[in-house]
Nanobody, 121 residues
Framework: QVQLVESGGGLVQPGGSLRLSCAAS????????MGWYRQAPGKERESVAS???????SYANSVKGRFTISSDNAKNTVYLQMNSLKPEDTAVYYC???????????????WGQGTQVTVSS
């Protein structure tokens, strides 16, 4: 069984910063890609950023230059450093990962439970 547990969400003023963390645990043989999605009220879930096991990153245009994704492969953990936050960044942020649970299995997509980020004065 694989679990993704997020932490680091909260309330922050516009222009502020937050750092999200997501740790994968359980039966893990290898991890391909980890990333973050977000879903604002009344909107569809959207990709925010992702990072491959080799360190390649990609970002949504709306967060480029403000958010930075990184990972610690030894800890199976991915981070999202969010700077210059705007009210439109308010959403539930979900961690996702492509994980192979054992040598006999293929990669599957796993999701965390989500963490609320609210940007408001």
């Amino acid at each position: 069984q694989v679990q993704l547990v997020e932490s680091g969400g909260g309330l922050v003023q516009p222009g502020g910063s937050l750092r999200l963390s997501c740790a994968a645990s359980g039966s893990i043989f290898s991890i391909n890609t980890m990333g973050w999605y977000r879903q604002a009220p009344g909107k569809e879930r959207e990709s925010v950023a992702s990072i491959s096991s080799g360190g390649s990153t990609s970002y949504a245009n709306s967060v480029k230059g403000r958010f930075t994704i990184s990972s610690d492969n030894a800890k199976n953990t991915v981070y999202l450093q969010m700077n210059s936050l705007k009210p439109e960044d308010t959403a539930v942020y979900y961690c996702t990962a492509s994980i192979r649970a054992s040598v006999w299995k293929t990669f599957s997509i796993y999701w965390g439970q989500g963490t609320q980020v609210t940007v408001s004065s």
